[in-house]
């Protein structure tokens, strides 16, 4: 098509992750044109997923950076967020572990930073204080920060529910799209180029993750670099020995939070992570080592920790920009003008979405994009059946509608066949083994998806109208059968 | 939502489940299985090798074969089945709730007979790290593929471990074109049966690589190679003897877990060696009136042993709902000690007249050794013959009652070389 034949994005927003689908969600309010360009098959499948999902208060920014003002914004606005989009929260609080005179001195530290951040219900508490609350804590903790406001999500769910929302409201989503060019033409509008298609936008913000300084250098900008920060991760049974129910960590480092015990939403628990830089944007892998430090980590935090309740390791890479500080890079770029960062969200980039996604959209109006409120905006979103939540009579009912509800396919999770056939068919839906366990948790459980998978293989092909070889596992090139035997 | 009454109802339509079962109705009991597939059998459905009911049935046969040896028997003594049924709880007073196609039904039960099964070990309990790509699968689920589902799992596979499963999918790959680079397994030792390394692995040459296990899988999308390396004594890889093998599968038979999800929301106490319920020589739990057999209980090493666990627990269970189990106060508690990992039962009743079944297993292989058990300090048994003891054989002793009767203190069970 003639390139001026195009339409003309208001606002494009490159990278779907947590950042991305933050800020479509918040523009979907305003009455412009928005698309979201993704490079993979899914939303959310990069640090978003590889993410242990605390929503931070905010009491760990240094007072007067971009983090120290968006983290808090961010936190408070998810209790409200998950009643409009209907995601899993779970109020947890945090206690931050002093285990010296030194560490003790760091939780005051850590107390008044929240004051000057303005992140309410924070104190410091005892070592007895610490053991009344969680039982199992080592007994050389003689202090901790308590933060009560502290929530857990499950960021994949909370990035999908911020896509839907901006899909029903009018958001043009585009996976597998990978940004390759981008060009100012001469009417001051950019030209994106995909391994699929061009777009035509006015304004750009750049949410590309760990790739953003590369798509920014398409634009022609470098204004800064990225490098990974790379995390190992484990997934912890829901049946723990020694259960927890407020996420630890011990006191932290300039770099790295240190390795927490998390309690997740749906009730089995993360211990992440360690903190390395890589300078391989695509390792995602894991390492012995790593998993060796987490459970040290765990150890200290709760000595009876039971290293055979771990079902799963993996690792993910948090954005770092570089020379930084360790802040943000969000901003409207010096260079281009209409380019808007939003760049370098490392933790706490969850806590922070959100009010990323305000600070970006003032950013944009600075810029002279005109906002006017959506005629018929919808500011909620639904989620899918959680049939392991419904009560006997509601599952009657649901199963009484489409008997597929009352077929389990994932016994650990409790998962059935009709959620699983929702979750293919969802306006953002799953078409991969992988992307359906993300959105039913089938094969997330304690048996790893040992007995269910073949089920999945199944209706997703049958659903999806492709031969069972043909369904990938993950990525693009991620068959799990390899064709039919003899 | 429908409620029915049964003398016994039993979780699982597997090998356990289904010897219980007609145990139970041949006591004239009222029973029901509630199965979460399709059909009766479970995991036998899928081996279709033969070497099931050698003890049995004194006859070679094959899962299939052998499940439905049961499945003829539930059908002609018209027991009741309840397949695509999905237990999702069960509480202390016997009451079990399940859901199928038809909505939620519950089942108030004189006795429960837990008969769910195991799980296999997967990665993330072992955590290799590397990559997540597809092509891991467990030994069980590339069985699945295979034999049900008629899917090629991939095209060259290493397998790590050397259970029982590992072992048969590495003679049933190579039987399908999918070659087996080698089995690799952690242990000094096998862990599978002696008649399955000959028959599996010898028989078509396929290399068994003890003391060595997969460090690292690589390949984000699809697996392309793995990382093996000898280990030392603790079961750390040893630096300097990684080596990198080109495959697109991993296939992992590195052990088996009992399910007892269920059996915790039933308050069922659980050993922390077996991972399955503690129980009495009636192989009741400590929660009165649920009884345990199979896999579930503990890891058996052939079926047949299933079976004849399964047939005593549906008896029980059966006698128990009619009222008319006996039951002494006087239990003692049957201990492992030395080589020996753990017992099944951990309790017995010395006055009651029965004689006493005692399954065990050892941790690791003993060339020459006999079992004893004791009695305090007197010895209660002891086995005549000296034989090898391997950690993948379940041993069976009967104790004869006359040599407890009377008997004070714990009876502790060993292995002397």
Same mark, same amino acid.
């Given at each position: 098509?003639?390139?001026?034949?195009?339409?003309?994005?208001?606002?494009?927003?490159?990278?779907?992750?947590?950042?991305?689908?933050?800020?479509?969600?918040?523009?979907?309010?305003?009455?412009?044109?928005?698309?979201?360009?993704?490079?993979?098959?899914?939303?959310?499948?990069?640090?978003?997923?590889?993410?242990?999902?605390?929503?931070?208060?905010?009491?760990?920014?240094?007072?007067?950076?971009?983090?120290?003002?968006?983290?808090?914004?961010?936190?408070?606005?998810?209790?409200?967020?998950?009643?409009?989009?209907?995601?899993?929260?779970?109020?947890?609080?945090?206690?931050?572990?002093?285990?010296?005179?030194?560490?003790?001195?760091?939780?005051?530290?850590?107390?008044?930073?929240?004051?000057?951040?303005?992140?309410?219900?924070?104190?410091?508490?005892?070592?007895?204080?610490?053991?009344?609350?969680?039982?199992?804590?080592?007994?050389?903790?003689?202090?901790?920060?308590?933060?009560?406001?502290?929530?857990?999500?499950?960021?994949?769910?909370?990035?999908?529910?911020?896509?839907?929302?901006?899909?029903?409201?009018?958001?043009?989503?585009?996976?597998?799209?990978?940004?390759?060019?981008?060009?100012?033409?001469?009417?001051?509008?950019?030209?994106?180029?995909?391994?699929?298609?061009?777009?035509?936008?006015?304004?750009?913000?750049?949410?590309?993750?760990?790739?953003?300084?590369?798509?920014?250098?398409?634009?022609?900008?470098?204004?800064?670099?990225?490098?990974?920060?790379?995390?190992?991760?484990?997934?912890?049974?829901?049946?723990?020995?020694?259960?927890?129910?407020?996420?630890?960590?011990?006191?932290?480092?300039?770099?790295?939070?240190?390795?927490?015990?998390?309690?997740?939403?749906?009730?089995?628990?993360?211990?992440?992570?360690?903190?390395?830089?890589?300078?391989?944007?695509?390792?995602?892998?894991?390492?012995?080592?790593?998993?060796?430090?987490?459970?040290?980590?765990?150890?200290?935090?709760?000595?009876?920790?039971?290293?055979?309740?771990?079902?799963?390791?993996?690792?993910?890479?948090?954005?770092?920009?570089?020379?930084?500080?360790?802040?943000?890079?969000?901003?409207?770029?010096?260079?281009?003008?209409?380019?808007?960062?939003?760049?370098?969200?490392?933790?706490?980039?969850?806590?922070?979405?959100?009010?990323?996604?305000?600070?970006?959209?003032?950013?944009?109006?600075?810029?002279?994009?005109?906002?006017?409120?959506?005629?018929?905006?919808?500011?909620?979103?639904?989620?899918?059946?959680?049939?392991?939540?419904?009560?006997?009579?509601?599952?009657?009912?649901?199963?009484?509608?489409?008997?597929?509800?009352?077929?389990?396919?994932?016994?650990?999770?409790?998962?059935?066949?009709?959620?699983?056939?929702?979750?293919?068919?969802?306006?953002?839906?799953?078409?991969?083994?992988?992307?359906?366990?993300?959105?039913?948790?089938?094969?997330?459980?304690?048996?790893?998806?040992?007995?269910?998978?073949?089920?999945?293989?199944?209706?997703?092909?049958?659903?999806?109208?492709?031969?069972?070889?043909?369904?990938?596992?993950?990525?693009?090139?991620?068959?799990?059968?390899?064709?039919?035997?003899? | 939502?429908?409620?029915?009454?049964?003398?016994?109802?039993?979780?699982?339509?597997?090998?356990?489940?289904?010897?219980?079962?007609?145990?139970?109705?041949?006591?004239?009991?009222?029973?029901?299985?509630?199965?979460?597939?399709?059909?009766?059998?479970?995991?036998?459905?899928?081996?279709?090798?033969?070497?099931?009911?050698?003890?049995?049935?004194?006859?070679?046969?094959?899962?299939?074969?052998?499940?439905?040896?049961?499945?003829?028997?539930?059908?002609?003594?018209?027991?009741?089945?309840?397949?695509?049924?999905?237990?999702?709880?069960?509480?202390?007073?016997?009451?079990?709730?399940?859901?199928?196609?038809?909505?939620?039904?519950?089942?108030?039960?004189?006795?429960?007979?837990?008969?769910?099964?195991?799980?296999?070990?997967?990665?993330?309990?072992?955590?290799?790290?590397?990559?997540?790509?597809?092509?891991?699968?467990?030994?069980?689920?590339?069985?699945?593929?295979?034999?049900?589902?008629?899917?090629?799992?991939?095209?060259?596979?290493?397998?790590?471990?050397?259970?029982?499963?590992?072992?048969?999918?590495?003679?049933?790959?190579?039987?399908?074109?999918? &070659? !087996?680079?080698? #089995?690799? +397994?952690?242990?000094?030792?096998?862990? $599978?049966?002696? =008649?399955? @390394?000959?028959?599996?692995?010898?028989?078509?040459?396929?290399?068994?690589?003890?003391?060595?296990?997969?460090?690292?899988?690589?390949?984000?999308?699809?697996?392309?190679?793995? &990382? !093996?390396?000898? #280990?030392? +004594?603790?079961?750390?890889?040893?630096? $300097?003897?990684? =080596?990198? @093998?080109?495959?697109?599968?991993?296939?992992?038979?590195?052990?088996?877990?009992?399910?007892?999800?269920?059996?915790?929301?039933?308050?069922?106490?659980?050993?922390?060696?077996?991972?399955?319920?503690? #129980?009495? +020589?009636?192989?009741?739990?400590?929660?009165?009136?649920?009884?345990?057999?199979?896999?579930?209980?503990?890891?058996?090493?052939?079926?047949?042993?299933?079976?004849?666990?399964?047939?005593?627990?549906?008896?029980?269970?059966?006698?128990?709902?009619?009222?008319?189990?006996?039951?002494?106060?006087?239990?003692?508690?049957?201990?492992?000690?030395?080589?020996?990992?753990?017992?099944?039962?951990?309790?017995?009743?010395?006055?009651?007249?029965?004689?006493?079944?005692?399954?065990?297993?050892?941790?690791?292989?003993?060339?020459?050794?006999?079992?004893?058990?004791?009695?305090?300090?007197?010895?209660?048994?002891?086995?005549?013959?000296?034989?090898?003891?391997?950690?993948?054989?379940?041993?069976?002793?009967?104790?004869?009652?006359?040599?407890?009767?009377?008997?004070?203190?714990?009876?502790?069970?060993?292995?002397?070389?």
């Amino acid at each position: 098509m003639n390139n001026e034949l195009k339409k003309l994005y208001d606002v494009i927003v490159i990278g779907g992750g947590i950042t991305g689908t933050g800020v479509i969600h918040e523009l979907a309010k305003y009455d412009i044109d928005v698309a979201l360009l993704e490079r993979k098959n899914d939303i959310a499948m990069m640090a978003t997923k590889g993410n242990g999902g605390v929503v931070h208060p905010g009491y760990d920014p240094h007072p007067g950076t971009l983090k120290a003002k968006l983290n808090p914004r961010g936190a408070r606005m998810y209790p409200q967020l998950a009643k409009d989009l209907d995601f899993h929260i779970r109020h947890t609080g945090t206690m931050v572990f002093a285990y010296s005179e030194q560490d003790l001195k760091k939780v005051d530290e850590l107390c008044d930073n929240a004051r000057v951040n303005g992140v309410e219900q924070v104190e410091r508490i005892t070592g007895d204080q610490v053991r009344n609350r969680e039982p199992y804590v080592s007994d050389k903790v003689l202090g901790a920060l308590l933060a009560h406001t502290t929530t857990m999500v499950d960021p994949f769910e909370v990035a999908i529910a911020f896509a839907e929302n901006a899909k029903l409201n009018g958001t043009d989503i585009f996976l597998e799209s990978e940004v390759q060019d981008i060009s100012k033409d001469e009417d001051g509008n950019f030209t994106i180029t995909t391994n699929h298609d061009t777009y035509r936008t006015r304004y750009i913000v750049d949410a590309a993750g760990i790739y953003a300084d590369d798509v920014a250098a398409m634009a022609g900008i470098h204004e800064y670099k990225i490098q990974g920060r790379h995390g190992n991760l484990c997934v912890v049974d829901n049946h723990l020995p020694t259960p927890i129910r407020t996420v630890m960590f011990p006191c932290p480092s300039p770099d790295t939070k240190g390795i927490a015990l998390i309690p997740m939403p749906h009730g089995n628990y993360i211990i992440g992570s360690t903190a390395t830089m890589r300078t391989n944007k695509e390792d995602t892998s894991n390492d012995a080592e790593g998993i060796q430090d987490l459970l040290d980590g765990a150890h200290k935090l709760i000595p009876n920790f039971d290293d055979g309740s771990v079902i799963r390791t993996f690792a993910g890479q948090r954005p770092v920009a570089l020379n930084n500080d360790n802040d943000f890079w969000i901003c409207e770029s010096e260079t281009v003008p209409h380019f808007i960062h939003a760049a370098g969200i490392q933790s706490p980039g969850v806590a922070s979405s959100p009010g990323i996604a305000e600070y970006v959209r003032d950013l944009l109006a600075d810029a002279g994009l005109d906002l006017k409120p959506r005629p018929g905006y919808n500011k909620y979103r639904k989620a899918p059946v959680d049939f392991s939540e419904c009560s006997d009579e509601e599952k009657d009912q649901i199963i009484a509608q489409d008997p597929r509800y009352g077929q389990i396919v994932c016994r650990c999770e409790t998962v059935t066949e009709g959620e699983i056939v929702a979750a293919i068919h969802q306006p953002l839906g799953a078409h991969t083994v992988e992307g359906v366990k993300r959105r039913t948790r089938a094969g997330m459980g304690r048996c790893q998806s040992g007995f269910c998978q073949f089920k999945v293989m199944k209706i997703l092909a049958r659903e999806l109208g492709i031969p069972e070889e043909a369904v990938k596992f993950e990525e693009d090139h991620s068959p799990v059968l390899l064709g039919h035997v003899k | 939502m429908k409620t029915y009454k049964y003398d016994v109802v039993i979780v699982g339509g597997g090998p356990a489940g289904l010897a219980a079962a007609v145990s139970a109705k041949k006591q004239q009991a009222k029973v029901a299985i509630l199965e979460r597939n399709g059909e009766l059998g479970g995991i036998l459905e899928q081996c279709i090798h033969a070497g099931f009911g050698l003890h049995v049935f004194k006859e070679e046969l094959t899962g299939p074969e052998y499940a439905e040896r049961f499945i003829d028997q539930v059908e002609d003594l018209d027991i009741d089945v309840f397949l695509n049924t999905m237990v999702l709880d069960i509480t202390k007073d016997r009451h079990v709730s399940a859901i199928c196609g038809e909505g939620v039904l519950h089942f108030e039960a004189g006795a429960v007979v837990l008969a769910m099964g195991c799980r296999e070990r997967t990665r993330g309990a072992i955590r290799i790290p590397g990559d997540r790509g597809a092509g891991v699968f467990t030994a069980g689920i590339a069985q699945r593929y295979i034999n049900l589902e008629n899917m090629k799992p991939g095209t060259k596979a290493v397998i790590l471990g050397s259970g029982d499963i590992g072992l048969i999918m590495a003679r049933r790959l190579t039987l399908e074109g999918i &070659e !087996v680079e080698g #089995v690799y +397994e952690i242990m000094p030792y096998p862990n $599978g049966l002696y =008649r399955n @390394i000959i028959n599996c692995l010898d028989d078509f040459g396929i290399p068994l690589h003890l003391s060595t296990t997969i460090t690292r899988i690589n390949g984000k999308d699809r697996v392309h190679s793995v &990382e !093996v390396a000898k #280990v030392d +004594e603790h079961r750390q890889p040893i630096p $300097g003897t990684e =080596r990198e @093998i080109a495959c697109d599968t991993v296939l992992l038979s590195v052990g088996l877990i009992p399910e007892n999800e269920l059996s915790r929301k039933a308050g069922v106490a659980l050993d922390p060696v077996t991972k399955g319920p503690v #129980v009495d +020589e009636n192989l009741e739990t400590e929660v009165p009136g649920i009884f345990a057999c199979g896999n579930v209980l503990h890891v058996h090493d052939v079926v047949d042993y299933v079976t004849t666990e399964a047939e005593e627990a549906g008896e029980k269970a059966a006698l128990y709902a009619k009222n008319a189990l006996k039951k002494s106060d006087a239990s003692v508690a049957v201990h492992a000690e030395g080589p020996v990992r753990y017992t099944v039962p951990e309790f017995v009743d010395p006055e009651d007249g029965a004689d006493k079944k005692i399954k065990f297993r050892v941790g690791a292989p003993i060339e020459k050794g006999v079992t004893v058990i004791k009695a305090g300090e007197k010895e209660v048994y002891r086995e005549k013959k000296a034989h090898r003891f391997l950690p993948s054989n379940m041993e069976i002793h009967t104790l004869k009652c006359s040599a407890i009767a009377g008997v004070r203190g714990d009876l502790t069970v060993s292995v002397e070389e």
